[in-house]
């Protein structure tokens, strides 16, 4: 068989790839495609048909906190291997950390296998990643809010130990909050610890 007659094989054999994943992120609810699924069944094809997919080019970039890939990935026929096809591909990951290239990848190698086999899913996985990230952009701000101290109403903020440390805010308003029960900046956790000593 050439290429295309195997390519053709294969949608004969896999119609569609019914939704197996189920993911909950806050309100958000969705039923996705797992990659591991993807690519068990998608594996089994390939031997059977003497196939082979590789990546052979791949161009990341970051911006804030998506990553985007492009991939260049090649299906290559077993039996003849001076034949094969090079099939681009392309995902975007969201992460504020530094899992946001490997979502890309995984996304370009899943969209890779349902455009070239023509499979439908029904899945629409930007919805999904952009309502994560503004949860996480909401947390992150939530995060920067300063904490107040009970006694003076102003913020707590980081200060130094004797020792030259830094001592961070939250940590401030932690340890105060068990020693005085209450959260306090630095100078009124001073004029607390007077207190205690008379
Ligand atoms: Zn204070």
Same mark, same amino acid.
């Given at each position: ?6 390519? *053709? ?17 806050? *309100? ?10 993807? *690519? ?60 946001? $290239? ?27 990643? $952009? ?44 340890? *105060? ?22």
């Amino acid at each position: 068989m050439n290429i295309y007659e195997k390519i *053709t094989a294969i949608m004969q054999d896999v119609q569609y790839l019914a939704k197996d994943d189920k993911v909950s992120f806050g *309100t958000t609810n969705y039923k996705a495609l797992s990659e591991e699924k993807v *690519t068990s069944i998608m594996r089994a094809e390939l031997l059977k048909y003497g196939l082979v997919v590789f990546p052979i080019e791949q161009v990341a970039n970051r911006t804030g906190s998506i990553t985007h890939v492009d991939v260049k990935y090649r299906l290559l026929n077993v039996e003849q291997p001076d034949e094969f096809i090079d099939i681009v591909s392309c995902g975007d990951g969201a992460d504020t950390q530094d899992k946001g $290239s490997g979502k890309a990848m995984t996304y370009a190698y899943k969209y890779m296998w349902l455009r070239t086999f023509a499979l439908p899913t029904g899945e629409d996985p930007d919805k999904i990643s $952009s309502a994560e990230l503004d949860d996480k952009a909401a947390k992150a701000k939530k995060e920067e809010e300063p904490v107040l101290c009970e006694e003076c109403g102003k913020p707590i903020k980081d200060a130094k130990n004797n020792s030259g440390e830094v001592w961070k805010a939250k940590d401030i308003a932690v340890y *105060t909050a068990l020693k005085f029960k209450r959260k306090l900046c630095i100078k009124c956790m001073n004029a607390a610890q007077k207190n205690d000593a008379i």
